[in-house]
């Protein structure tokens, strides 16, 4: 535990007048906190595969205005995005977080599309991201924060494009969380949890202004996703 989260919780149990848990109740939350009891989890995504996954995250995602393309392989992704800029009539230009996991596509077989690499100034038309995950049950991206996944690129582009692999479809949202809780080495990283977890359901709406529904009033008002069918995860 570093100096200041140190101090920080020093700070709260003195204005509670508590001292330090001891051992046995300290060891009791985190037996606690590994089992993680679920609560009821609705049926519609019980007992699917992955492709039944993926079938039900394509569905949600349209009835809630997103669009969806799907593509065999991670080298048929550059075409696809691509043919979804021309689709919307966008400029082949777009900024891309720079995640480690988008650098495995072969962006260099579509010459004419333009990437920028970084976090985003508020000028770009389209952001491209992965995600952490995707929610069949509710079409819900979990988008973590970090240093390759700025926070800004889920919210200051007009169209956001997110690069989704089949393989991180999940049924559940608590699902979803047992995934962002695991290390790539599938160790729990309670203390190693990302600043931001942004959940995204469709593109950004308001019904604010006199019951009408308008999108993009405070993020996106395009979410495309571009799930890749094969079992790798990219």
Same mark, same amino acid.
């Given at each position: 535990?570093?100096?200041? /989260?140190?101090?920080?919780? %020093?700070?709260?149990? &003195?204005? +509670? #007048?508590?001292?330090? @848990? !001891?051992?046995?109740?300290?060891?009791?939350?985190?037996?606690?906190?590994?089992?993680?009891?679920?609560?009821?989890?609705?049926?519609?995504?019980?007992?699917?595969?992955?492709?039944?996954?993926?079938?039900?995250?394509?569905?949600?995602?349209?009835?809630?205005?997103?669009?969806?393309?799907?593509?065999?392989? /991670?080298?048929?992704?550059? %075409?696809?995005?691509? &043919?979804? +800029? #021309?689709?919307?009539? @966008? !400029?082949?230009?777009?900024?891309?977080?720079?995640?480690?996991?988008?650098?495995?596509?072969?962006?260099?077989?579509?010459?004419?599309?333009?990437?920028?690499?970084?976090?985003?100034?508020?000028?770009?038309?389209?952001?491209?991201?992965?995600?952490?995950?995707?929610?069949?049950?509710?079409?819900?991206?979990?988008?973590?924060?970090?240093?390759?996944?700025?926070?800004?690129?889920?919210?200051?582009?007009?169209?956001?494009?997110?690069?989704?692999?089949?393989?991180?479809?999940?049924?559940?949202?608590?699902?979803?969380?047992?995934?962002?809780?695991?290390?790539?080495?599938?160790?729990?990283?309670?203390?190693?949890?990302?600043?931001?977890?942004?959940?995204?359901?469709?593109?950004?709406?308001?019904?604010?202004?006199?019951?009408?529904?308008?999108?993009?009033?405070?993020?996106?008002?395009?979410?495309?996703?571009?799930?890749?069918?094969?079992?790798?995860?990219?």
């Amino acid at each position: 535990m570093s100096d200041a /989260r140190t101090q920080i919780l %020093a700070g709260i149990r &003195a204005s +509670l #007048k508590r001292d330090a @848990l !001891p051992q046995d109740r300290v060891a009791a939350l985190e037996t606690r906190l590994a089992g993680r009891p679920r609560g009821p989890i609705p049926a519609r995504s019980a007992g699917l595969d992955r492709a039944g996954l993926v079938d039900l995250f394509d569905r949600q995602a349209r009835s809630v205005a997103c669009t969806v393309t799907r593509v065999a392989t /991670r080298a048929d992704v550059p %075409a696809a995005l691509a &043919a979804y +800029l #021309k689709s919307q009539n @966008l !400029p082949a230009e777009v900024e891309m977080s720079p995640d480690p996991d988008l650098d495995h596509i072969p962006w260099s077989a579509m010459p004419l599309l333009r990437i920028a690499r970084g976090k985003p100034s508020g000028a770009e038309g389209v952001g491209v991201t992965s995600a952490l995950a995707a929610v069949a049950e509710t079409a819900t991206l979990m988008i973590a924060s970090g240093p390759t996944s700025p926070a800004t690129m889920n919210f200051l582009p007009d169209t956001h494009v997110v690069v989704l692999p089949a393989a991180r479809v999940v049924g559940p949202l608590e699902d979803a969380w047992d995934r962002l809780r695991a290390t790539r080495d599938g160790a729990l990283v309670a203390a190693a949890m990302p600043r931001t977890v942004n959940l995204v359901t469709g593109p950004s709406r308001t019904g604010d202004i006199e019951q009408k529904i308008e999108m993009g009033a405070h993020g996106p008002r395009r979410l495309h996703v571009i799930v890749v069918e094969d079992d790798g995860d990219v």
